[in-house]
C-alpha cells in the first residue's frame, strides 16, 4: 500500500506542471500567440492602460512587474493606480521595470514572467527579446476602441467575468446620465489644454474616460474638434484658433506631478499666458462653464475613472442653469 500510494503521489506530481502550462491561442496586434489559459506572472509594460485595468479587475496578485513614473525625488510609482487603488511598488508585490523608452529587459527576464502585455506602436521593437523571455502580447491601442483595449488586458489575463461586471454597472450609470441630460445633444463641450511655452492649446477629441463618458451620454463637439483626424485623438491650435474651440462648456485638467501644471489656478494663468483677456474673450469662460479636473482619475483606462468622470460631467453640467453658447 505504501509503494502504491507513492506512485500515486508521483503521478500527481507529474500531472501538475501539465495543469499549469494549460495555454490558448490569443489573437494580439502581433499575430496568434500562445499564452497561458490562466497566467499568474504578467508584467505589464505600460501603467494607465495595462496595470490598472489588471489591477481594477482583481489582478494585482498576477502582477510580477509594471512600468511606471519617477517623480521629481527619483521615486518610480505606478501613476493613477497608486491613487484610484492605493496600490504601488512600495505595498504590493509588483517591481519597477521601467519608464518609457527605458524599459528593463534583464529585470523583466529575473522576474520569470509567464506573460508579457505591451502596446502595439510603442513596444513593438523589444518584441523579439521580449518574446525571449515570455510569450508576449501587444494590444492595439489604436485600432481598438476604449472598451476593446480593456477587454483585451482582461482577456490576456483571464479576468473577463469582472470586465462583465463593471461594464454593466457603467451602461447603467450612462442610462442614468442620458435620463438626467436628455438635451445633450444640443450642448457643445471642448476639451483644450494650454500650452504656453509651446504656443498652442491642445483640443481633444479623445480623452480617455472623460471623452468616453461625453461620448456616451451625446454631447456636442466644436467642429474642429470633431474633425481632428490624427489617431491620437489630439491636435495642436495656435491661439487664433481660440473662437472654434468655444462651446457651451470646456474641460481642462491640471497634474499633481507636474510642476506648471499642478493645480487649476495655473491652467488659468496657462490659458492668460497663452492669449491674454482669454477669459473675456471664450464665452464658456466668460460664463464661468470652463470646468478644470485632476487629470490623472479620468485620463486613464479604467470602469473607475469612468465613474468619475461621469460623475464630475453631472456635477457641473447636469440640471443646472447656463448661458448657452450661440454661434455666429
Not at 36 to 65: M, N, Y
Not at 89 to 106: A, C, R, W
Not at 111 to 139: F, H, M, Q, S, Y
Request: glycine share 6%.
Amino acid at each position: 500500500m505504501i509503494r502504491f500510494a507513492g506512485a500515486m503521489v508521483a503521478l500527481v506530481l507529474m500531472a501538475l506542471p501539465l495543469a499549469a502550462a494549460e495555454t490558448r491561442t490569443f489573437e494580439a496586434a502581433n499575430g496568434a500567440v500562445e499564452i497561458p489559459a490562466d497566467p499568474q506572472r504578467i508584467v505589464s509594460l505600460h501603467d494607465l492602460s495595462i496595470t490598472l485595468p489588471l489591477v481594477e479587475f482583481g489582478g494585482v496578485d498576477k502582477i510580477a512587474g509594471s512600468h511606471g513614473r519617477v517623480d521629481d525625488a527619483g521615486e518610480p510609482y505606478i501613476r493613477t493606480v497608486n491613487t484610484l487603488y492605493g496600490v504601488d511598488y512600495d505595498n504590493s508585490d509588483i517591481e519597477f521595470v521601467g519608464i518609457f523608452n527605458e524599459i528593463d529587459l534583464e529585470k523583466i527576464a529575473l522576474l520569470e514572467p509567464d506573460l508579457i502585455i505591451g502596446r502595439a506602436g510603442n513596444d513593438d521593437k523589444l518584441l523579439e527579446n521580449l518574446n525571449k523571455i515570455a510569450p508576449t502580447v501587444l494590444i492595439d491601442v489604436v485600432g481598438l476602441d476604449y472598451f476593446g483595449r480593456m477587454h483585451a488586458v482582461a482577456d490576456a489575463a483571464n479576468l473577463t467575468d469582472e470586465y462583465d461586471r463593471r461594464l454593466a454597472l457603467y451602461q447603467e450609470q450612462i442610462a442614468e446620465s442620458r435620463r438626467l441630460v436628455p438635451n445633450a445633444a444640443d450642448i457643445s463641450v471642448s476639451i483644450i489644454q494650454p500650452w504656453p511655452k509651446d504656443g498652442y492649446i491642445n483640443g481633444s477629441r479623445t480623452y480617455y474616460a472623460l471623452s468616453q463618458v461625453l461620448d456616451d451620454i451625446g454631447f456636442a463637439k466644436p467642429k474642429v474638434i470633431a474633425d481632428i483626424t490624427d489617431a491620437s485623438g489630439d491636435a495642436e491650435f495656435s491661439p487664433e484658433f481660440l473662437p472654434e474651440l468655444d462651446a457651451d462648456f470646456a474641460f481642462s485638467t491640471y497634474e499633481i506631478a507636474s510642476s506648471e501644471q499642478a493645480s487649476p489656478q495655473l491652467i488659468r494663468e496657462a490659458f492668460e499666458a497663452l492669449i491674454p483677456g482669454f477669459c473675456d474673450i471664450v464665452h464658456f469662460c466668460r460664463n464661468h462653464q470652463l470646468v478644470i479636473l485632476p487629470r490623472s482619475p479620468i485620463y486613464a483606462s479604467s470602469f473607475r475613472s469612468l465613474e468619475i468622470a461621469n460623475d464630475s460631467v453631472l456635477t457641473h453640467i447636469a440640471g443646472r442653469e447656463f448661458v448657452p453658447f450661440a454661434q455666429n
